[in-house]
């Protein structure tokens, strides 16, 4: 998170709690060819998937994701590609949001 981290979109989110009730955040990273590795887009898209179901991310009945530039593409690879995830935990997903 780039400057004043309490001024990141998820931390605002969580800090008006009376708006926006049970409400989890969950922050993903992945790693970059800017840092000197270069993992494939399938690799990055599988290690996100077993996160999200290792963190309890779709014990949530309702699941939200928020995904910008090469997270988006992360995402809709995540989402797409056969058996990351089950029928039972895309059913989860409310809402995507590129």
Known sequence: IFGNPKTAWPCLLLADAARFPNTRA?????????LGLNPGLQQVARELAADLV??????????????HSMGGIVLARMLT?????SREQLGRIRLVVF
């Open 81 to 85: 590609e056969p058996g990351l995830l």
């Open 54 to 67: 290792k963190d309890g991310v779709f014990a949530h009945a309702n699941v939200t994701f928020v995904a």
């Open 26 to 34: 969950y922050l993903a990273s992945y790693r970059s060819v800017m």
